[in-house]
């Protein structure tokens, strides 16, 4: 199974609104509402920040949001703020009962 | 609340077999959910390994099926996971989780680094 597609990298300054995207396939994202959003700050475990496409964890903020058309999800943090800074990886469930991630991208908060 | 706390050896030889144990507390693994485990090279993205409930059904990555053993002990409220012949590239920090809806993983553990090295 290959990895979701995920940028690399993405900036933004204080304030703005930033968009992840994470491109799979109908056998994956594409064909369920089960992706996921995690945030690794260095040296940290991973933390959820969105799950079933677009339903936020208690105590996550509501600058985070999900969202999915096709075979393509997104993450989108708004009001960006210095500790947002990280990496964020995408996941889904698959057709063949598995789960795959995105190779992650890496956020920086000019 | 759930909290996970992985254990085990952080350094073993290669072609021998790398043994994890994740201890749960705060919640019964014999109430539900799946519990998984997910590994993460150096300087590398995640990688899902597999995930068990608490009848014992167990999913696993394909690439690493052959390998990988999960079991889960109720009585003791922790979960395993056992990868045989291992070389260089098994080496990650390995986190356990629990998973909610078979597809996503929280909380997490702080992760253990295992290191495969003679």
């Known amino acids: 199974q290959s990895a979701l597609t995920q940028p690399a990298s993405v900036s933004g300054s204080p304030g703005q609104s930033i968009t992840i995207s994470c491109t799979g396939t109908?056998?994956?994202?594409?064909?369920?509402?089960?992706v996921s959003w995690y945030q690794q700050h260095p040296g940290k475990a991973p933390k959820l920040m969105i799950y079933e496409v677009s339903n936020r964890p208690s105590g996550v903020s509501n600058r985070f949001s999900g969202s999915k058309s096709g075979n393509t999800a997104s993450l989108t943090i708004s009001g960006l703020q210095a500790e947002d800074e990280a990496d964020y990886y995408c996941?889904?469930?698959?057709?063949?009962?598995?789960?795959?991630f995105g190779g992650g991208t890496k956020l920086t908060v000019l | 609340q759930v909290q996970l706390q992985e254990s085990g050896p952080g350094l073993v030889k290669p072609s021998e077999t790398l043994s994890l144990t994740c201890a749960v507390s705060?919640?019964?693994?014999?109430?539900?959910?799946?519990w998984g485990w997910i590994r993460q090279p150096p300087g590398k993205g995640l990688e899902w390994i597999g995930y068990i409930d608490h009848s014992g059904t167990t999913y696993y990555n394909p690439s690493l099926k052959s390998r990988v053993t999960i079991s889960v002990d109720t009585s003791k409220n922790q979960f395993s996971l056992k990868l045989s012949s291992v070389t260089a590239a098994d080496t990650a920090v390995y986190y356990c989780?629990?998973?909610?809806?078979?597809?996503?993983?929280?909380?997490w553990g702080q992760g253990t680094l295992v290191t495969v090295s003679s």
């Open positions: 996941s889904s469930y698959t057709r063949s009962i598995t789960v795959i």
């Open positions: 705060g919640y019964s693994i014999s109430s539900g959910y799946y």
């Open positions: 989780a629990r998973v909610g809806s078979i597809s996503w993983f929280d909380p």
């Open positions: 109908i056998s994956d994202v594409g064909g369920y509402r089960y």
